[in-house]
């Protein structure tokens, strides 16, 4: 059985993107620290906890497992932390990552499918943003993916090195069959907070702005569902493995959902009110974030099938309601 290489695969999208592989008859092997995954996530291969700092760790899990290819979606990913503390960002997203790709090359595993972001393009409101839109990034999160990007490329010019990059949107839903879900420490995604909300597990929740040029005041973002996106992430890999060159791939559907919006399908979805405040803009949120992705679309045959904003609240409550992991 081939062997697929996930960093950060005890996370929330790097889980699902795992059960995907396995589903395709892959093995996936899970790097992870575990300082923010969970154990009881990684059920579809084996885990080996190594920090992607450490080069002789890595030689030995390349030499030890021999994947074709890598997955990679290890990173620190909180906007406001990255504000206060740019330096964990740098070391981990670019140090981390440089170190990653060296141990590739060296190895010879020259096919990467990159997690990328939305906030390597900063903000552009008004705007559809495609692939070829500008990249601002406004905080260190964002500007250390985009730098990684450009690692990709120099590699790709000096070793070979076959990418596919990822820049996706907001991520939301659960695993349909209840298998895996959304659980950070601490929590700062709306839909899982809402629900937190609900569920009397928080006393309410603020609603940071209400005066942006938008249908109702409230910023708008472009949701899809984690299911939707771990299907992308095989997609890509395909792509390379058909000897396809690197590419770049916007992964959203196209429409926006305001929060007032999300508000109100997530009581529809749980038959409950959720508390809620209102209060000022925070800095740096812009006020639409929309993708096109016809691009992943046309080229990887690609279809967020599950992303309804119904069904990603659905399945979202659904884990909620669950327990989640324990560990």
Known sequence: MERVLVTGGAGYIGAHACKALAARGFLPVVVDTLATGWRDAVQFGPLVEVDLSDRAALDAVFADHAP???MHFAASSLVGEARQNPGKYWRNNVLGSLTLVEAMVA?????????????????????????DSPQTPLNAYGS?????????????????????????????????????????????????LILEAIDGQRP?????????????????????????LADAHVRGLDWLRAGHGSRVFNLGTGA???????????????GKTVPHDFGPRRGGDAAVLVSGSSRAIH??????????????I???????????FKR
């Open 107 to 131: 190895a010879g595993c020259l096919d990467l499918v990159f997690s990328s972001t939305c906030a390597t393009y900063g903000q552009q409101d008004g705007v559809v943003l495609t692939e």
């Open 68 to 70: 074709v290819a890598v």
């Open 256 to 270: 926006g959902f305001s929060v007032r919006e999300v508000l109100s399908q997530a009581r529809v979805a749980t």
């Open 299 to 312: 080229d990887l045959g690609w279809s967020p099938e599950r992303s309804s904003l119904k069904m990603m």
């Open 204 to 228: 309410g929740l603020v609603i940071n702005g209400t005066d942006y040029p938008t249908h109702d005041g409230t910023c708008v973002r472009d949701y899809v569902h984690v299911s939707d």
């Open 314 to 324: 659905q399945d979202a409550w659904a884990w909620h309601k669950s327990g989640g």
């Open 144 to 192: 250390s993916k985009r730098a990684v990007e450009e690692i990709l490329r120099d590699f790709g010019a000096s070793a070979g090195l076959r990418s596919v990059i990822f820049r996706y949107f907001n991520v939301a839903g659960a695993d349909p069959d209840g298998d895996l879900g959304e659980q950070h420490r601490p929590e700062t995604h709306l839909i899982p």
